[in-house]
T-cell receptor, first 112, second 113 residues
């Protein structure tokens, strides 16, 4: 079965420090991987996706993610966190021919 | 382009009632997916429609149903509401079904009393 794990419910980081939100996946075939962000009382906003090619994917708002096939991971990163980055982050995988599978979400708090 | 719109944004219903939620995808998008988001269960897939046909269905009881119209607008219906149906219902659209990026609407928050 396809699955996505986000091992940390909560990540706290000081403003200006680098941040990492972790994601691991289990899917057959070549995965399409996505990161979304959700602000309070809002829908999910697309940040970035990996389909193929370069393992480092750059996305919106200065975020990037590193695909690691051997570790089946797709961690979200940002070199310098902003207070406004505080939100709920979801990793998702899109298996071929099937619906998206989302991880449980990680709440990021950036402290001033 | 206008984004995905969902109506209504908020709903309060009582147990046993039924509810219909609406989703208008991004212009030109033909696939609409629906999700239920709750604090305990996270994001759970309900169903996906493409060109008026249901392509995938999640593990929800038959009380949850949906449809898509020829203009790609979609509705989902929940009959005989239960307290546990209280959730944020999100719809997402893509140009084609499959693994394209999904773009989400703001959601409809349903409260069942």
């Amino acid at each position: 079965a396809q699955s996505v794990a986000q091992p940390e419910d909560q990540v706290n980081v000081a403003e200006g420090n680098p941040l990492t939100v972790k994601c691991t996946y289990s899917v057959s075939g070549n995965p399409y991987l996505f990161w979304y962000v959700q602000y309070p009382n809002r829908g999910l906003q697309f940040l970035l996706k990996y389909i193929t090619g370069d393992n480092l994917v750059k996305g919106s708002y200065g975020f990037e993610a590193e695909f690691n096939k051997s570790q089946t991971s797709f961690h979200l990163k940002k070199p310098s966190a902003l207070v406004s980055d505080s939100a709920l982050y979801f990793c998702a995988v899109a298996p071929y021919g099937q619906n998206f599978v989302f991880g449980p979400g990680t709440r990021l708090s950036v402290l001033p | 382009k206008a984004g995905v719109t969902q109506t209504p944004r908020y709903l309060i219903k009582t147990r046993g009632q039924q509810v219909t939620l609406s989703c208008s995808p991004i212009s030109g998008h033909r696939s609409v997916s629906w999700y239920q988001q709750t604090p305990g269960q996270g994001l759970q897939f309900l169903f996906e429609y493409f060109s008026e046909t249901q392509r995938n269905k999640g593990n929800f009881p038959g009380r949850f149903s949906g449809r898509q119209f020829s203009n790609s607008r979609s509705e989902m219906n929940v009959s005989t509401l239960e307290l546990g149906d209280s959730a944020l219902y999100l719809c997402a659209s893509t140009g084609l079904a499959g693994r394209e990026t999904q773009y989400f609407g703001p959601g409809t928050r349903l409260l069942v009393l």
